[in-house]
T-cell receptor, first 117, second 110 residues
C-alpha cells in the first residue's frame, strides 16, 4: 500500500527556534493535512490544504504556523518560533477526495516527534 | 460537553473475550464516523468506517445510533495483537477535518 512519509522522525529544538517538518503525501492525493498529538492527549486537527491553499485551520494554527507545498511533492509545516507547548507528535495525512465522499479514508504518516527544550 | 467522548479505559480482558467500546458525539449534524486504531506512539490507522446499518469486518462490528448520537465497536475473540488504543473519529460535515475522541485503551492478556 502507498505510504505518507515524514521526516525527520524526531526533532529536538530550542525554544524560539524555527522548525520545518516535512511530509511526502501519496502521489495522486490532492488533500493534505497536519494533525498533532501532545503526549497523553487526543489527536488534534491543525490545518487542511487543497489546491495550493489552506482550506481549513484550527485555533491552534496561529500566526506562528505556516504550511507550504513548495515543489509538487513535499508538504511542509513550519513553526516560526517554537514554544515549550509545541512539543508533540505531528502527523501528516493525505487523501484523494477530501472528506465526506466515497474515498475519504485518511492516510497518516508515521509522525515527527517534536521536542522543544 | 466534549465533541467526541470515550471512556479512556483501560479495558483489561483475557484472550478470547468479547469487548465493546462506546463513543458519543455532540454534533447531531455529523456526517461520517470511523474507528481508528493507534498503537503506542504510532500513527492512527483506519480500522473501519461506521454506517447506520451497522457493519462487520471479521471479528469487528461497528454500530451507529444517530438518534442517541452513539457509536459502538465490538471485538469478538480478542487476540493479544488487538491491544491498542481505539479512537472514535467523527467528520462533522463542515470543514475538511476530523474530530478525534481521546481513545479507549484495550489490553488483552494471555
Amino acid at each position: 500500500e502507498p505510504e505518507v512519509t515524514q521526516t525527520p522522525s524526531h526533532q529536538v529544538t530550542q525554544m524560539g527556534q524555527e522548525v520545518i517538518l516535512r511530509c511526502v503525501p501519496i502521489s495522486n492525493h490532492l488533500y493534505f493535512y497536519w494533525y498533532r498529538q501532545i503526549l497523553g492527549q487526543k489527536v488534534e486537527f491543525l490545518v487542511s490544504f487543497y489546491n495550493n491553499e489552506i482550506s481549513e485551520k484550527s485555533e491552534i494554527f496561529d500566526d506562528q504556523f505556516s504550511v507550504e507545498r513548495p515543489d509538487g511533492s513535499n508538504f511542509t509545516l513550519k513553526i516560526r518560533s517554537t514554544k515549550l507547548e509545541d512539543s508533540a507528535m505531528y502527523f501528516c495525512a493525505s487523501n484523494r477526495d477530501g472528506l465526506g465522499g466515497t474515498n475519504e479514508k485518511l492516510f497518516f504518516g508515521s509522525g515527527t516527534q517534536l521536542s522543544v527544550l | 460537553r466534549k465533541e467526541v467522548e470515550q471512556d479512556p479505559g483501560p479495558f483489561n480482558v483475557p484472550e478470547g473475550a468479547t469487548v465493546a467500546f462506546n463513543c458519543t458525539y455532540s454534533n447531531s449534524a455529523s456526517q461520517s464516523f470511523f474507528w481508528y486504531r493507534q498503537d503506542c506512539r504510532k500513527e492512527p490507522k483506519l480500522l473501519m468506517s461506521v454506517y447506520s446499518s451497522g457493519n462487520e469486518d471479521g471479528r469487528f462490528t461497528a454500530q451507529l445510533n444517530r438518534a442517541s448520537q452513539y457509536i459502538s465497536l465490538l471485538i469478538r475473540d480478542s487476540k493479544l495483537s488487538d491491544s491498542a488504543t481505539y479512537l472514535c473519529v467523527v467528520f462533522k460535515g463542515a470543514g475538511n477535518m476530523l474530530t478525534f475522541g481521546g481513545g479507549t485503551r484495550l489490553m488483552v492478556k494471555p
